[in-house]
């Protein structure tokens, strides 16, 4: 890989879990309640079909969540589903090391399960301690994958339910309303927004939690508007423009 795609990679990366953190740690709480319940809760088959059921039913819910609302704020589909990767990246993080914990500390309990001993007789395997490890290992290499397809696929209708309705005045609540208002003020300046809810009401970049400040004093230390949109991918050129242009009025 070259530099320039490593540098790349690495830009889009910080900008999913910067996006993406808060939805992340909603899909931690999922996953660690659902590795408390698997493990700890004895169910039968039908038990466990439900509680499957139900954590799709959950990953699907807050990945489109994610999606639509950063696709919403943002107007940009790329930022949606950026956002549901960072998520799905945290998320898979706290499900990987809550599912060893959950072993660990309640390994005993485990090994007593009706449900893990049945699998286990059917395995054909002779250490029940050997048989618990690799039953995670699945989950464990198998999981993120399962997750960030599921993610993607999800997230991207999320993105586009949520850029299709990010036009002025649809589904705003009242600040967003206050938001388009303010915006019409700034004659030649559609980008620049001011919401009381962001950044203190600072003028931002489209909704964004991206200030003007914080555009010039990254470009007042000499960086070039590529590194600028390197550091943040959902920035245009245009949005640029406008910020230097609007410090300059």
Request: hydrophobic residues 50%; proline residues 3%; glycine residues 10%.
């Amino acid at each position: 890989m070259s530099e320039s795609s490593t540098s790349r990679f690495t830009s889009l990366l910080r900008a999913a879990l910067r996006l993406g953190w808060r939805s992340g740690l909603v899909l931690g709480g999922v996953w660690v309640a659902y590795d408390l319940i698997n493990n700890l809760g004895a169910l039968d088959a039908a038990g466990y079909g439900r509680l499957n059921h139900g954590l799709l039913v959950a990953l699907v819910a807050v990945y489109l969540w994610a999606g639509s609302r950063t696709a919403y704020r943002s107007g940009r589909i790329q930022t949606g589903v950026l956002a549901v990767a960072g998520a799905s990246l945290i998320g898979s993080v706290i499900a990987i090391t809550s599912l060893w914990i959950v072993t660990y500390l309640f390994l005993d309990i485990i090994r007593h399960n009706p449900y893990m001993i049945e699998d286990f007789h059917r395995s054909g395997m002779h250490d029940m301690d050997a048989f618990i490890v690799d039953d995670n290992l699945v989950p464990t290499f198998v999981g993120p994958w399962f997750s960030l397809a599921l993610a993607a696929a999800v997230g991207s209708i999320g993105a586009v339910i949520g850029k299709g309705l990010s036009g002025p005045g649809a589904g705003l609540s009242s600040s967003e309303r206050r938001n388009v208002a303010m915006r019409r003020s700034f004659e030649g300046f559609e980008r620049i927004t001011v919401d009381p809810a962001i950044l203190g009401g600072k003028p931002c970049i489209r909704g964004m939690r991206l200030s003007v400040q914080r555009v010039l004093e990254i470009l007042a230390c000499n960086a070039s508007w590529d590194d600028l949109r390197q550091d943040y991918p959902e920035l245009e050129v245009e949005d640029i423009r406008q910020a230097l242009a609007f410090a300059a009025a």
